[in-house]
Nanobody, 129 residues
Framework: QLQLVESGGGLVQPGGSLRLSCVASGFTSGYYAIGWFRQAPGKEREGVSCISSSGDIKTYMGPAKGRFTISRDNAKNTVYLQMNSLNAEDTAVYYC??????????????????????WGQGTQVTVSS
């Protein structure tokens, strides 16, 4: 059974850093684009950053540019999101999601449309002093 499990969330002070991990099981993640998404209370889910199956194409949405870094280790079936310079607006539940890499633009489409076939349960990130 295909499963995505996020970890690494928590409470961090403004300006701090967190690294989120998404471990995939039940499928070979190397065939899937993986994305990170978030949803804050009262807001719609939005794409944060997405990465192609091989890791060579990375997409960063507005709030993530210059602060977040996405990476993947297909040998470990794991995708990471390094988040730096966090602020209160980054407070949200962060989800990872997977989509079969059908074309070179799959990762970008995931982030732009906030759409994927498989989703994890999410991990809470709270930025507060």
């Amino acid at each position: 059974q295909l499963q995505l499990v996020e970890s690494g969330g928590g409470l961090v002070q403004p300006g701090g850093s967190l690294r989120l991990s998404c471990v995939a099981s039940g499928f070979t993640s190397g065939y899937y684009a993986i994305g990170w998404f978030r949803q804050a209370p009262g807001k719609e889910r939005e794409g944060v950053s997405c990465i192609s199956s091989s890791g060579d194409i990375k997409t960063y949405m507005g709030p993530a540019k210059g602060r977040f870094t996405i990476s993947r280790d297909n040998a470990k079936n794991t995708v990471y999101l390094q988040m730096n310079s966090l602020n209160a607006e980054d407070t949200a539940v962060y989800y990872c999601a997977a989509e079969v890499q059908r074309r070179p633009t799959t990762a970008q489409e995931m982030c732009l449309l906030s759409r994927a076939s498989y989703w994890g349960q999410g991990t809470q990130v709270t930025v507060s002093s």
